[in-house]
């Protein structure tokens, strides 16, 4: 089950208020807002607090989706949206902790690794963690969109609500990013 | 076109894919004449794209659904349903009645008060879409003063 076998029918059906066609939305499309939320905030908690909230957002606004546009891309928009609004909000909160904790504490906690199967899995994540630990969130969500769960530039700038363009450059600048940081000098 | 322009299309829509066909047939070529070109889509390849395209995804933990199903169903009618209504009833009540005074009172306030509640505002609707006409570069850095570097 994945998120285009979502039909009209179960979208219908959920907006009347069944939580058994939710459910099947959720068991459907759960793992996507879920990757997309934990490589993006880059941590477990994190990743289902915002998890819960897209999903309680789609069930009170499904009755406003529009069939026309295709229910991954305002899935996607939904995601993005509250994921950005939680690193804003931890961001804050962060600092506020730093501030009181000041004297206690140097450095600001890592997020908590959860259970690797494979030590070769655990230096792969760490690997990647790293790379988009680089980025700025704009760029973030635009590298994840892309090569994590495979959209087109039409559709991460449907998510985004962004210019074609934008979604170029800003794939640009982030791949720029992780040139240099992979220590790339451009050749003459 | 020199090896500029042609870096800029391999970066992006060479390397995702999103080219017409005769275009690609284009890249394809220079990058069989142009070793550095070749030498810049291999590293980017490996320095920028495929550590992160390989990565498994994770399934959301079980106990997830719970919590949200718990979330969704409608509170069940009775006794305590009325006090609750009653209850949030009077709170909102209160809650316009003090809004009403602290509007009144922020309007003939001092300014400093006013630009308080003002910088509030700003920061409340800095939402995403404010960033779209923006360039790279401002984007960059209201993020940084938004995440704090
Ligand atoms: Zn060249």
């Known amino acids: 089950m994945d998120i285009q076998s979502i039909s009209q029918d179960i979208i219908k059906k959920a907006v009347s208020g069944d939580i058994q066609a939710f459910e099947e939305i959720y068991r459907s499309a759960s793992s996507f807002v879920y990757n997309i939320a934990l490589r993006t905030a880059r941590n477990r908690e994190d990743a289902q607090e915002i998890t819960q909230e897209v999903f309680l957002k789609v069930f009170k606004s499904l009755k406003d989706f529009r069939f026309q546009s295709s229910f991954k891309t305002w899935l996607y928009r939904i995601t993005v949206n509250t994921t950005l609004n939680m690193l804003k909000k931890t961001a804050h909160d962060r600092r506020r902790q730093f501030a009181y904790h000041e004297n206690i504490c140097n450095e600001l906690p890592l997020p908590t690794a959860g ?31 892309r090569e994590m769960q ?24 982030a791949r720029e990013i992780l040139l240099k940081r992979g220590g790339y000098n451009e050749l003459p | 076109m020199n090896c500029h322009k042609f870096r800029d299309i391999i970066i992006t829509d060479y390397i995702d894919g999103e080219l017409a066909e005769q275009r690609k047939q284009e890249i394809d070529h220079h990058l069989r004449e142009c070793p550095a070109c070749r030498a810049f889509a291999a590293a980017v390849r490996s320095m920028a794209v495929d550590p992160l ?6 399934e959301p933990p ?28 009077l709170s909102m009540f209160l809650a316009m009645t003090f809004t009403g005074n602290y509007l009144v009172s922020g309007m003939l306030g001092s300014a400093t008060q006013q630009e308080t509640i003002i910088s509030a505002e700003v920061t409340q609707q800095l939402s995403l879409s404010e960033f779209n006409d923006m360039p790279n570069e401002q984007v960059e850095e209201v993020y940084n003063n938004i995440i704090g570097g």
């Open chain 2, 62 to 89: 079980a106990f997830l659904w719970t919590r949200i199903q718990s979330r969704l169903e409608p509170a069940h009618s009775g006794r305590g349903t009325r006090w609750l209504n009653i209850a949030v009833t």
């Open chain 1, 150 to 173: 495979g959209l087109r530039y039409d559709e991460i700038a449907q998510a985004l609500k962004i210019n074609i363009n934008t979604v170029r450059s800003r794939l640009k600048r």
């Open chain 1, 115 to 145: 259970i690797e199967t494979s030590l070769e899995q655990r230096e792969q994540k760490a690997q990647v963690d790293k790379m988009l630990e680089a980025l700025n969130p704009e760029y973030r969500t635009c590298i994840v969109l």
């Open chain 2, 53 to 58: 395209k390989e990565t498994t995804l994770e």
